[in-house]
């Protein structure tokens, strides 16, 4: 009941309906509390195998400390394996979003044997993207499209015409880099004049949006945003909205990596994911025009 959404209280009650007798509010949570065991478990387990994607995010908790209500970054980190399944890696309290927060997460997932990430999709947060250049140099990064889409608003008039976003969003649908940067100089060309600060930084900033286009056509759609972590952030918000505001940060922890297992188990049951065979042909045909070049 706790983990489908019911909060501590109606979860006291529900028992003693069911089972006769008075629980006290302190027991369901002594009982909640030997999740903590198997969650620890899960938070600590070695990646044993190889993740050549990673999709990272944050969202923010209110946590009660010493009596002042605080918000805590829950941080959230999604591997694709070479079977083309999902998992959740791990799922931390941070005190807020910085370099230093990301960057031991980070060093955290490569000392449990996080190894051969070729592609890190996240957000723009300045911290983030220099924790993963420090941790992860070895793979590319893909900025979220679709927070830099949100982004571009900034840079446009209150009242502007949401038909040159419209046009911009739709250069992420092409088939190559070169195809997009053609409409992009095209949509340049129009909306220079009235626009003249939002081109300018589109065109500073955009290229950090296209490094899904170095990958297989077929996961282009997939991994050009963070939007795969979708699922565990409004399951996150669902139940947590319940609660609003957590007793500690042992309890926050406890419930946010609960459903995170809940999740990460669904995705282990399902389908693949992702056909990883074309990212494997296109390895190999990589290898073979570096030895030709060689």
Known sequence: ???QGVSTRKVKAIS???CGQEFSASTISALNKKLDGELARFARRRLEAEYPY??????????REDGVVRSRAVQVAIGIDWEGRRQVLGVELANRESETSWKEFLLGLKERGLHGVQ???SDDHAGLKRAIGQVLSEACWQRCYAHFLRNALDHLPRKANDDCLLELRW???RRSAEEARRDLAAWLGRRQAKYPKLCEW???NIEETWTFYRLPREHHKYLKSTNMLERINQELKRRTHIIRIFPNEASCLRLIRALAVEIHEDWIEAHRYL???ALRDQRKADRQLTAMAA
């Open 171 to 173: 250069l992420y649908d």
């Open 54 to 63: 990673l999709i990272l995010d944050a969202r923010y908790e209110k946590v």
């Open 202 to 204: 589109v065109e500073s």
């Open 16 to 18: 003693e309906e069911l």
């Open 275 to 277: 056909n990883m065979e």
């Open 1 to 3: 009941m706790y983990l």
């Open 119 to 121: 592609l890190v999709v």
